[in-house]
């Protein structure tokens, strides 16, 4: 049973394509030129000629401050591409797994976000990702839409590779501390989805209705920046690799062209209710990911 992942180069999409997926189960990935998002009709002649069981768009526009002066951008890759890719998928009968954000809410909850809660984005990248979200489910697709969170990687660029990077020429490093999160394994998260389409291929969960829809999966617990960068210094520092010394500030001390929701914790229960699908905890994806950049590293 053939997965095709939509993008090539992202963090989801090479974790997907280094994945071990459960057994039937061929991951394929595709990206530019083969698919251009900013051209849809690149899109149905790849699916024709791949004929997959089951879609994941793992394809996106992130650059979350950037996005305020590229706002048609944005929309045309998070937003008008899945409703495309999605009619597509909706016309010839194959599910569809479409990854969104924890930036979809406004961070005004005091507690972890479930499924069902207002969404309000604060910025032209969340706003994006909700359109898409929206656009997804308008076009009748068997569809899933996964919102994460703080996803990080050995690949492309994310907090944990930056606050090491940043550590080989500082002594010390400020990092917001009143944000909180679900910091995410872009790795975990792939071995998620992949679990989920198993069991969607296998039909166990792709005859009920009320099994289609918008769930959260992210890393399980929480954490602030600060708590992030704490971590990874420390697994860091045990490798001898970078580190330094952490001041904890406040997002007010380090302002951004986008505000970032102060709380975007991410409520998983539905997931692993459902589908029995859990995320490890984030200590162990930062443990992995400090690990992985130290091995590579150490063989260049």
């Not at 071990?20 to 990206?31: E, K």
């Not at 569809?143 to 090491?164: D, E, M």
């Not at 829809?213 to 992030?228: L, P, S």
Request: with cysteine; net charge negative; aromatic share 6%.
């Amino acid at each position: 049973m053939k997965v095709l992942v939509i993008g090539a180069t992202g963090q989801l999409a090479k974790s997907l394509a280094g994945a071990n997926p459960p057994d039937g189960i061929t991951v394929l990935t595709v990206g530019r030129p083969e698919i251009e998002l900013l051209v849809p009709a690149t899109m149905e002649p790849v699916l024709d000629r791949v004929a997959p069981c089951l879609v994941v768009n793992a394809a996106a526009y992130t650059a979350v401050d950037k996005a305020e002066s590229e706002p048609e951008l944005a929309y045309a890759v998070n937003a008008h591409a899945p409703g495309h890719l999605a009619a597509i998928c909706s016309r010839n009968g194959i599910p569809l797994i479409h990854v969104s954000t924890d930036y979809v809410f406004d961070g005004s909850k005091s507690e972890p976000y479930i499924e069902d809660d207002p969404v309000a984005p604060l910025g032209v990248y969340g706003a994006s990702k909700l359109e898409g979200e929206r656009r997804v489910a308008a076009e009748g697709a068997r569809y899933i839409i996964l919102r994460t969170a703080w996803v990080h990687s050995p690949f492309g660029r994310n907090f944990v590779k930056t606050i090491l990077r940043l550590a080989e020429s500082r002594a010390e490093i400020s990092v917001v501390d009143d944000q909180s999160g679900s910091p995410t394994f872009a790795p975990h998260l792939a071995d998620g989805i992949l679990a989920i389409a198993a069991q969607v291929l296998s039909q166990e969960h792709g005859t009920g209705e009320a099994d289609w829809g918008i769930y959260h999966a992210a890393g399980a617990g929480d954490a602030t920046w600060h708590d992030v960068a704490a971590e990874a210094f420390e697994h860091s520092a045990r490798l001898q690799g970078p580190h330094a010394q952490l001041r904890a500030i406040t997002t007010a001390q380090y302002p951004t062209p986008v505000k970032r929701p102060a709380n975007s914790r991410l409520d998983c229960t539905k997931l692993e209710r459902i589908f029995g699908v859990r995320l490890p905890e984030w200590r162990v994806g930062v443990l992995e990911c400090v690990e992985r950049l130290e091995r590579a590293l150490g063989s260049a």
